[in-house]
């Protein structure tokens, strides 16, 4: 793909990928309570903000964008991340619904739409660690 065309560019940017990843988890915790659950979450029930500022810097470096994640936190290691959250085939589709809600919410369509679709698909099951 065309470095200045990766996804991070086509979402939208900086902004944009904040935006979708607070979106996430907004549907997280109004649709999918049992995956908002296995969450550390705050005093109002919302996923705590440090796992959601370290999800939002994730998500810009694997969509191509700024590796702050890798810079402050080492290599994702995802598997290994959730090693201690048990990963299953309803997790992972609960998991899938949000980030789905998210990208509808900030109009992410189109080929790009598609390409991140099939990579989130692929990378929720590789993290899935029980049936
Ligand atoms: C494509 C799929 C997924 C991606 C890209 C992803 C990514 C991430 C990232 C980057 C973090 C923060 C890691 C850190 O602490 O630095 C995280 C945390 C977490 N994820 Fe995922 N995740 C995915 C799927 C799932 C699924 C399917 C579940 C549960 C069924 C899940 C449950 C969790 C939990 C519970 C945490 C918080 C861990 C903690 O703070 O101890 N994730 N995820």
């Not at 969450?39 to 796992?51: F, I, M």
């Not at 989130?120 to 990378?123: G, I, P």
């Given at each position: 793909m065309n470095p200045v065309e990766n996804p991070?560019?086509?979402v939208g940017g900086a902004e944009k990928v904040r935006a979708i990843a607070e979106s996430f988890y907004e549907a997280m915790a109004r649709d999918e309570p049992a995956l908002a659950r296995l969450?550390?979450?705050?005093?109002?029930?919302?996923?705590?903000?440090?796992?959601?500022?370290r999800f939002a810097l994730f998500l810009a470096g694997w969509l191509g964008g700024p590796q702050d994640y890798v810079a402050q936190h080492g290599h994702p290691r995802l598997r290994m991340r959730?090693?201690?959250?048990?990963?299953?085939v309803g997790g992972r589709d609960a998991w899938l619904r949000s980030m789905g809600k998210a990208l509808d919410a900030h109009g992410v369509q189109g080929p790009v739409r598609t390409l991140l679709d099939t990579r989130?698909?692929?990378?929720a099951d590789f993290l899935r660690n029980t049936l």
């Open positions: 991070y560019v086509l969450h550390p979450c705050d005093a109002e029930g919302r996923v705590e903000l440090s796992t959601r500022e959730h090693g201690r959250v048990p990963v299953d989130f698909a692929d990378l």
